[in-house]
């Protein structure tokens, strides 16, 4: 099994940033995409963004684009997902996810159906 690990969450004020950090025991020798996924209670899960495995292309869902930043070190084993000016809406928990099959982002990566392992999640909480 892949190991999936976040780390970096917390809590932070709106307009802050913050950068959350996944690893993963295949980053260094398997192609996988990578994608950010991020949940509350009162949202269904929403896919945040998809990089590929040579991280030269990514994907945001609309909510975040231009605010947040993926990216990845392959060499490392290390994802990141750098948060701009953060709203009091992205607050929940965020979940590193690998696609085991690709080495790109889909077309339907945001589901999450593609993606076979997961962290835990960290939490992330934006105060006013």
């Known amino acids: 099994q892949v190991q999936v690990v976040e780390s970096g969450g917390g809590e932070v004020q709106a307009g802050g940033p913050l950068r959350l950090f996944c690893t993963s025991s295949?980053?260094?020798?398997?192609?996988?995409?990578m994608a950010w996924f991020r949940q509350t209670p009162e949202k269904e899960r929403e896919g945040v963004s998809c990089?590929?495995?040579?991280?030269?292309?990514?994907d945001y869902t609309a909510s975040v684009q231009g605010r947040f930043t993926i990216s990845r070190d392959n060499a490392k084993g290390t994802l990141y997902l750098q948060m701009n000016s953060l709203k009091l809406e992205d607050t929940g928990m965020y979940y590193c996810?690998?696609?085991?099959?690709?080495?790109?982002?889909?077309?339907?990566?945001?589901?999450?159906?593609?993606?076979?392992?997961w962290g835990r999640g960290i939490q992330v909480t934006v105060s006013s």
């Open positions: 996810a690998a696609d085991p099959e690709r080495n790109y982002c889909s077309n339907s990566w945001w589901t999450g159906s593609e993606y076979d392992y």
């Open positions: 295949q980053f260094t020798s398997d192609d996988y995409a």
């Open positions: 990089i590929s495995w040579s991280g030269l292309s990514t």
